[in-house]
């Protein structure tokens, strides 16, 4: 059974990085579309972006389009998230979700397979 595991939250001030990491165990990654949703406080959980199995397609949210940049390391069964130029509106929790044999691509679909989240505070 696929386990995921996010980590690499903290606090940084606006203007800097964080880079999360999404941790498979049980299974290989290698068959599963990778997706990163974040839900903040009072709000909907929203996508952020995603990444299909064949690693030929990555989609971001228009809010983080340009700043965030997402990759899988199959070997490592991990797939990261990079972000740069955080707001404080990107503060919330973090999660990653896995699917695999989805159909279309990797923004439509859904997730079965959730992690725990890491929480990402942005803030003066």
């Known amino acids: 059974q696929l386990q995921l595991v996010e980590s690499g939250g903290g606090l940084v001030q606006p203007g800097g990085s964080l880079r999360l990491s999404c941790a498979a165990s049980?299974?290989?990654?290698?068959?599963?579309?990778i997706g990163w949703f974040r839900q903040a406080p009072g709000k909907e959980r929203e996508g952020v972006s995603c990444?299909?199995?064949?690693?030929?397609?990555?989609i971001y949210a228009d809010s983080v389009k340009g700043r965030f940049t997402i990759s899988r390391d199959n070997g490592k069964s991990t797939v990261y998230l990079q972000m740069n130029s955080l707001k404080p509106e990107d503060t919330a929790v973090y999660y990653c979700?896995?699917?695999?044999?989805?159909?279309?691509?990797?923004?439509?679909?859904?997730?079965?397979?959730w992690g725990q989240g890491t929480q990402v505070t942005v803030s003066s």
């Open positions: 979700a896995a699917e695999a044999d989805i159909l279309g691509d990797c923004w439509n679909t859904s997730y079965n397979y």
């Open positions: 049980g299974e290989t990654l290698k068959h599963y579309s």
């Open positions: 990444i299909d199995d064949s690693n030929t397609s990555r």
